[in-house]
């Protein structure tokens, strides 16, 4: 059996396979069925376009038997209306409720996020996932030290005269400025020499904090961190992500103390039309 297999019974021959194919390997010859030359087999990126798209159920690849591949249910058909609240009524949530979140919905989130886009369906990105208020507000205080110490060191630069210091002063004060006591952080990481890991790792984390909505759960991108992670090496130890990767984003995951109510406006957008 070849690696792409093809229903003869069911095949049409009708080439949208080919025509979809994003590397064009796929190639049928007239009168013939659809097939990849063995020597064509190592362009594949494996994203299972040809299974996904052919309307007969013809087409089956090695590590995407069509049995495994779920028919789209398009029944329900979400409308414009309902797509723009569900998209709009995202929220930064910056104040979380005491209830914890049980790892299979974690585990539930992140399953999801990984089908988001990922350049040359690399799939690189990793989740590392830091639970419990104590090792989260651990972090933050490495943050703030870090800051801390930005500030002793370069007092008079902007990020420290008119963002750091009013955060140390806040977390001196007794509040966590920069995890918000969130229960659970998770972070997006790709190795190094990833390509596109920084964008790759934002859509997956975007994927996953509009995942999180119908769950009840809340989110916020963790900029603060992220900043530690990139400057502080006792920050980078203490989230312990795998060799050789780098931090994409860290975000808070945890359910919200508040329900919103109304949508904030935005600015218009700045589009150029030519
Ligand atoms: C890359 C990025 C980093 C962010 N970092 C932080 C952060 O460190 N702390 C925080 O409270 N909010 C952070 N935010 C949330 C933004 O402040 C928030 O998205 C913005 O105010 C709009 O609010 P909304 O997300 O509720 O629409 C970040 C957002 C993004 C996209």
């Not at 904090?209 to 090496?233: D, I, K, M, R």
Request: net charge neutral.
């Amino acid at each position: 059996m070849g690696w792409l297999t093809v229903d003869e019974a069911s095949c049409r021959q009708d080439g949208i396979c080919v025509a979809e194919c994003p590397r064009r390997i796929i190639a049928m010859e007239q009168g013939g069925f659809p097939l990849v030359a063995t020597e064509r087999e190592r362009f594949c990126m494996h994203c299972g376009h040809c299974v996904a798209v052919c309307p007969h159920g013809a087409v089956s690849v090695a590590e995407f038997p069509r049995e495994a591949c779920p028919v789209i249910d398009d029944t329900p058909g979400l409308g414009w209306e309902p797509v723009v609240q569900f998209l709009r009524s995202r929220r930064s949530i910056r104040v979380y409720g005491e209830r914890e979140v049980e790892r299979p919905t974690l585990q539930k989130l992140i399953e999801t996020a990984r089908y988001a886009p990922t350049a040359s369906n690399s799939q690189t990105v990793h989740w590392t996932v830091v639970s419990g208020r104590e090792k989260l507000t651990q972090l933050s205080e490495l943050t703030i030290d870090w800051m801390r110490g930005v500030v002793a060191a370069q007092p008079a630069t902007a990020a420290a005269a008119s963002m750091f210091r009013p955060l140390v002063t806040a977390w001196d004060g007794g509040t966590d400025p920069i995890l918000r006591n969130a229960p659970i952080l998770v972070v997006a990481s790709a190795p190094k020499e990833a390509s596109n890991g920084l964008v790759d790792c934002t859509i997956a984390l975007t994927t996953l904090e509009l995942a999180a909505l119908p769950l009840s759960l809340g989110t916020c991108w963790a900029g603060l961190l992220q900043a530690a992670l990139l400057n502080a090496a006792g920050a980078r130890e203490a989230v312990g992500l795998p060799t050789g990767h780098t931090a994409h984003y860290p975000m808070m995951v945890g359910y919200p103390k508040f329900a919103y109510h109304r949508l904030p406006e935005r600015q218009e957008p700045s589009i150029t039309w030519k």
